[in-house]
């Protein structure tokens, strides 16, 4: 039983592990697109939108997630468009 318990806590340490990388890598795609798009990083207003849109954690098999508001498709790594994050260029 032990080994169980042992096993059932090393695949959650990976899968905190993975949900965070996973997380990282989506933000840090939304501050490149921003960048590349506007030429600035998010702002926190923009950050807090890219979050909101943010997929959800990967959860272990059998395990229901909460139910999410579908969300639109967004291109490139789940970055937002300027779009979205509102033009914020000079007369823009």
Known sequence: MDELKRTRDAD??????????????????????????LGRGLSREELERVLRRYPGDVVERGERQAPTVPRPKVGGRGAPSARELGDHRPGG
């Open 12 to 37: 959650q340490e990976r899968r905190e592990r993975l949900n965070q990388r996973l997380r990282q890598a989506f933000i840090e795609g939304a501050e490149e697109d921003s960048r590349r798009r």
